[in-house]
């Protein structure tokens, strides 16, 4: 607390003794300062009612789908639709199996009455089930004309297959019934995994199809006359426990598809948390940056004024702290621009210049602004130009970002004394620039996080650089967008080779831009040039 109340004691007196430019500066901090409290002090409370407001949203759809059946019951229909059709190839084949047998042993005539109500029952199911798919669930009254006449093929199709067990099983006579028994269990079991989602339709086939799993048996107890010892018994008391595994089974699998819808709109709600958490945070991060970046500009060009000495020269305790506050107000600056082109990038608003551009220029120009910072490191950067031109498509700038970055690192990590060797060189079509140094090397293995968003490979707090972490991901992206690469390799030696590849362009001499109604050239994308062959 008591270092907060001195700093405006303390730019107080500046601004009643210092030069007029010094006031300037000391004003503009203040302004900075009381901005930062501002965002800092409102951004968790605005923080806080929009998570406050999301998680309100969310609770309020939770109990809405809680409570409202319809939405339940709509997702239901179309997720029983969709499995159904995709089921029905086994179908098809588990009624030709039955018919065939039903024809070939039994009866012929059978078979084919048989065959005919199949069909048409698989027709108009197919039907139903095709309207339930394409029904746009907003008409309450097509929602109960589709679910009775669901109800009316699940009756049907379900009454045809038990007439073919109790059918089969008469024409058989007293026995085990293996064919018609063994028919109605597969047509349990096929309808409690596959007709789960409604619960009316599952009740009505396993009901249908337990009434005709113990009517058989008890048709030949009646019919025989048998007595308890009588194996027609036995065969009676078995279709029970059948019938208690069929409905066991069916539980299971309701349970497990109720717990999965479950699942299901717990990732989407926590799916939209998520994406609204981070809009919160870049725009937050979006308005910070902006709001830091113009007083922190002025800042630092009126700090370069008094470290130029055009108001005379300072003292060395001054002049310290002034190539202080240059060498922070330019991290800070750094940072901002940093942090806004992630921004860009993450929204898709990142805007490109695409041209023709001479690669041998860009790395040269790129290889110059980077100089004066690897002189201060001891560090050379050796370029090994070529004569001739290498033509490629892409924004300059950006593509003078990337290797402004890879550069800065290259001369940052490498020792002092030591030369960082850059290269540009042609390899089937496309264009290698190569930025080897001597640093402490990179392993492959490390790819992805030296690529990630604020990642390091030292983030330690005793680390030799400062940085944000951004750079190398900004660059990736950067690339990305252009459809180029950006990679490196470990050398034999110490340190790493960093390299950037792009599509070569075929070397026209003229290239004409066509023009728009009001005289401006039109916009071209990457991939509306050809490349070199």
Not at 7 to 17: E, F, I, R, V, W
Not at 54 to 78: A, P, Y
């Amino acid at each position: 607390m008591s270092g907060s109340s001195s700093t405006p004691g303390s730019l107080a007196g500046l601004n009643k003794s210092a030069p007029y430019s010094c006031r300037i500066v000391s004003a503009r901090i203040e302004r900075t300062l009381r901005k930062i409290h501002n965002l800092l002090s409102l951004a968790p409370q605005n923080s806080r009612a929009e998570d406050t407001a999301v998680t309100k949203k969310i609770s309020q759809g939770t109990r809405s789908e809680v409570t409202n059946g319809d939405d339940d019951f709509i997702r239901q229909l179309k997720d029983f639709a969709e499995i159904t059709i995709q089921s029905i190839s086994q179908r098809i084949v588990t009624f030709s199996a039955a018919l065939v047998l039903a024809g070939f042993y039994y009866s012929l005539t059978l078979a084919l009455v048989l065959a005919a109500m199949i069909s048409v029952s698989e027709l108009y199911d197919f039907s139903v089930l095709r309207r339930i798919i394409r029904w746009d669930s907003r008409r309450s009254d097509t929602e109960r004309s589709l679910y009775i006449q669901l109800l009316v093929s699940t009756i049907i199709s379900s009454s045809i297959i038990v007439s073919y067990a109790i059918a089969v099983a008469i024409i058989q006579g007293p026995g085990s019934h293996f064919i018609s028994l063994f028919f109605l269990f597969s047509a349990a079991i096929f309808a409690a995994m596959s007709n789960h989602q409604v619960f009316s339709v599952l009740i009505i086939r396993l009901s249908l199809y337990g009434i005709a799993f113990a009517f058989i048996p008890i048709y030949d107890v009646y019919t025989t006359g048998a007595d308890i010892h009588s194996e027609l018994w036995a065969q009676l008391f078995a279709s029970f426990f059948v019938l208690y595994f069929v409905v066991d089974c069916s539980r299971v699998h309701r349970a497990l598809y109720k717990e999965n819808v479950r699942q299901l709109d717990d990732l989407r709600h926590q799916q939209e948390t998520t994406a609204d958490a981070l809009r919160v945070k870049s725009d937050f991060l979006s308005t910070m940056s902006h709001e830091l970046r113009t007083p922190l500009t002025s800042i630092r060009g009126a700090i370069d004024i008094m470290g130029s000495g055009h108001f005379g020269e300072l003292p060395n305790r001054i002049n310290s702290v002034v190539h202080i506050a240059q060498r922070n107000c330019s991290i800070l600056i750094t940072l901002i621009n940093d942090i806004l082109d992630l921004q860009k990038i993450e929204s898709g608003s990142m805007s490109y210049n695409i041209d023709k551009i001479d690669v041998v220029d860009l790395v040269r120009h790129s290889v110059t602004a980077n100089e004066p910072y690897a002189d201060q490191l001891g560090i050379k950067l050796d370029f090994k130009s070529e004569s001739q031109p290498i033509v490629a498509l892409g924004d300059f700038q950006r593509l003078s970002q990337v290797l402004s970055n890879i550069l800065s690192n290259a001369a940052k990590f490498s020792a002092p004394k030591s030369t960082v060797t850059i290269t540009v060189s042609q390899l089937e079509g496309r264009v290698r620039v190569s930025v080897c140094d001597t640093g402490i090397g990179l392993a492959e293995a490390d790819a992805a996080k030296v690529f990630d968003r604020f990642s390091q490979i030292d983030a330690t707090e005793s680390r030799s650089f400062s940085g944000t972490g951004l750079g190398m991901n900004i660059s990736r992206r950067i690339m990305e967008a252009h459809g180029g690469l950006i990679s490196y390799t470990k050398n034999v030696g110490p340190g790493t080779t960093f390299f950037v590849e792009l599509d070569q362009t075929i070397q026209i001499e003229d290239v004409l831009f066509p023009t728009q109604s009001d005289g401006r050239e039109a916009g071209y994308s990457i991939k509306e040039f050809a490349p070199a062959v």
